[in-house]
């Protein structure tokens, strides 16, 4: 048997055209085998946790699968940024036709920033921003419509900064490259900031919530470092805790209507967050409750989403005591839905809709260990005097995804609900008995675990905006450029050739009339355009409302800065080619080489003829 199989092997290898080797001594393979023992190790320790974040599944598109990038992104000619190439599906589906605000950030984001994308997905606004942006949505304040966002610096999962009101007409300059300072300082004076709200006493404001209620207060939140006995959850007596803090502002006179605190209600043990080696340093705080969305109903209560406690707290409004509370520890309710309306897990966003009903995003899971939960948006019916809470509508995202962090619930006007998925990089739009309608990705969905570009909540609403700014153009071979950051109103494009009299007091006439094609319109030059031009924006009743600076148009045509670009990484990339295809070529040829000369140079020969065993030395020599 053994000769045998020794015999075959002896035929297999010359098959191969290889020589016979001596017997491999045993202890040659301990280093093999520990080799493989380490590789299997490190592939447990370090990849595995990454491929099963991987959320591969049949069906996925091109795009899904990141075809084009786990962020795909889109760059222009006559704007500096770039924003995202979103995936709506299914095909032709009919989104609600407003606009979609959110504010992508991660490490595929080109330049994080609130923005603004029309129903297609197309860019309407974006402003590139160093500080964190959050939050970003269209709020009614006195009857009128304003954006409102959080900026600040995020650290340990909370925010230091402030929120901002902008508007009623849109009025941001284009963002320049500079530091966070410059950026504050420009919007004090060049764009129109309306309010800069920030908490009442010495407090830093948080970037979970900026609510502004039917009667034009602010519902804020603050994350506040107290000293706390964390004996309870195994923890210091003298240790530290971040406090959920809310507060009721007056915007037009800054005054405090109303504040609640979490630690006079809840202990650190309704926690769910494990304590870890936290609770130690106030700047290192347990973060027991997280406080992350904060509403007020017609009849002057609140409710209060703990995130880390699971729960949903209702707050009279006049006294500040606890009405109730639903889910974690301290839930009071029963569940007619089998546990689906009061085991929510690591949730955001909880609202009113009506006295009886809240709607909340069930993130269900929460970082890595929960690898198999499924998030989803929830509309609980509550039977308060009875503490019955019955799942009305759950809405669930076609491919079942999994958001560990962030994501939020909009009930629109039309009855539909917007689903922002927030860890990652989608929204939905359901009918209100939960039907996908239109769903919108803007990074590719089987990396959505790595986090690679989140919005912390997606808002749908209506929005005028007029830039106090010129529209921007630039020349590329024989086309103009034309785009208008945040103008919602442009229909057209009109192209106005200098009629060649004089360079004072230029007259300008008009040459073309384009539709406008989204965020960026190409205007093709006529040949006639020899020199100076200009495009004017014009609106749907034919009303100019803006013109760009005079352009020249010129032999040297500005394409060649991007060919520039363009030829440098070909350059390179033919360089690293040549490179590439020397080194194996060289490889292979000496491969070859020494096959040659093993199998058929003239000194093997002889010693083929002559001695297998000299021959087998031969045929070593080179390893
Ligand atoms: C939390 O700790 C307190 C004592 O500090 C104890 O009375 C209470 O039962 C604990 N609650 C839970 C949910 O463990
Ligand atoms: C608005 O103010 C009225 C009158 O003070 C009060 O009854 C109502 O509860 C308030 N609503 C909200 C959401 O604050
Ligand atoms: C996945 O979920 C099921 C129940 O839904 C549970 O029994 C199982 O332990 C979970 N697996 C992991 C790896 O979390
Ligand atoms: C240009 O316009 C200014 C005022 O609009 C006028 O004073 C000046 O005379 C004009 N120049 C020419 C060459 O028409």
Not at 180 to 193: E, F, G, N, R, V
Not at 197 to 208: C, K, T
Not at 578 to 584: D, E, F, I
Request: proline share 5%; aromatic share 12%.
């Amino acid at each position: 048997m053994f000769l045998r199989a020794s015999s075959a092997s002896l035929r297999l290898s010359s098959w191969l055209g290889r020589r016979d080797r001596p017997k491999t001594d045993p202890r040659r393979l301990i280093p093999a085998i520990v080799g493989v023992i380490g590789g299997c190790v490190l592939f447990y320790l370090f990849a595995l946790p990454q491929l099963i974040k991987f959320r591969f599944r049949s069906g996925l598109s091109w795009y899904d699968l990141g075809l084009y990038g786990f962020g795909p992104s889109q760059g222009y000619f006559s704007f500096d940024e770039e924003s995202p190439v979103v995936e709506i599906s299914p095909s032709g589906a009919q989104c609600d036709p407003r606009y979609t605000f959110l504010a992508p950030r991660g490490d595929s984001v080109a330049h994080p920033g609130p923005m603004i994308l029309d129903a297609h997905g197309g860019l309407v606004w974006m402003k590139y921003n160093w500080g964190t942006t959050q939050d970003f949505r269209v709020q009614q304040y006195k009857g009128q419509d304003y954006v409102t966002f959080w900026q600040g610096d995020e650290e340990d999962g909370h925010g230091r900064g402030s929120w901002y009101m902008v508007g009623p007409i849109l009025r941001f300059s284009r963002p320049r490259r500079r530091l966070i300072i410059d950026i504050l300082w420009q919007l004090d004076s060049t764009y129109t900031t309306k309010f800069i709200v920030s908490p009442v006493g010495a407090l830093d404001g948080d970037l979970h919530e900026f609510h502004i209620t039917v009667n034009d207060t602010a519902l804020v939140t603050i994350y506040e470092p107290i000293p706390a006995d964390l004996t309870s959850v195994g923890g210091p007596e003298l240790g530290w805790l971040y406090e959920g803090v809310f507060q009721e502002i007056d915007i037009s006179t800054g005054q405090l209507l109303f504040e609640w605190r979490s630690s006079q209600f809840f202990s650190p043990n309704s926690s769910y967050e494990p304590l870890d080696d936290r609770g130690y340093e106030r700047t290192r705080g347990y973060d027991y409750f997280h406080m992350n969305s904060v509403d007020k109903n017609d009849q002057g209560h609140y409710l209060v989403s703990g995130r880390h406690t699971h729960s949903v707290t209702c707050i009279d409004g006049s006294t500040g005591e606890l009405l109730w509370t639903l889910g974690g520890k301290d839930n009071e309710f029963s569940d007619a839905s089998n546990g689906a309306a009061t085991q929510f897990e690591w949730q955001h966003d909880a609202r009113w809709h009506g006295p009886n009903q809240i709607t909340l995003f069930n993130n269900a899971a929460n970082g890595d260990y929960d690898l198999n939960k499924t998030s989803y948006g929830a509309l609980i019916e509550l039977d308060i005097p009875a503490r019955r809470a019955t799942l009305r509508t759950s809405y669930n995202h076609p491919q079942e995804l999994m958001a560990t962090s962030q994501g939020n619930l909009q009930v629109l006007d039309t009855g539909n609900v917007l689903v922002g998925w927030g860890h990652s990089a989608a929204y939905t739009e359901f009918s209100h008995k939960g039907d996908v309608l239109c769903d919108v990705h803007f990074g590719a969905s089987a990396y959505y675990s790595f986090g690679r570009i989140v919005s912390y909540r997606v808002y749908k609403g209506s929005w005028l905006g007029t830039p106090n700014t010129l529209p921007d153009a630039a020349i590329a071979g024989d086309s103009v450029f034309v785009s208008w950051n945040g103008a919602t109103e442009v229909a057209s494009w009109q192209l106005e050739a200098w009629d060649g009299i004089g360079l004072e007091n230029m007259t300008f006439a008009m040459t073309d009339r384009v539709d406008r094609t989204g965020f960026e319109t190409e205007i093709p030059l006529p040949p006639d355009i020899t020199s100076y031009f200009r495009v004017c924006a014009v609106n749907a009743d034919g009303d100019i409302l803006g013109t760009t600076d005079i352009l020249k148009r010129s032999s040297q045509s500005s394409r060649r800065n991007f060919l520039t670009i363009h030829w440098g990484v070909l350059l390179i990339a033919i360089f690293a080619s040549g490179c590439l295809v020397g080194g194996l070529y060289c490889a292979v040829h000496r491969h070859s080489r020494r096959r040659r000369s093993d199998a058929n140079g003239p000194y093997q020969l002889i010693a083929h003829k002559d001695d297998d065993e000299n021959d087998t030395e031969h045929a070593r020599l080179p390893i």
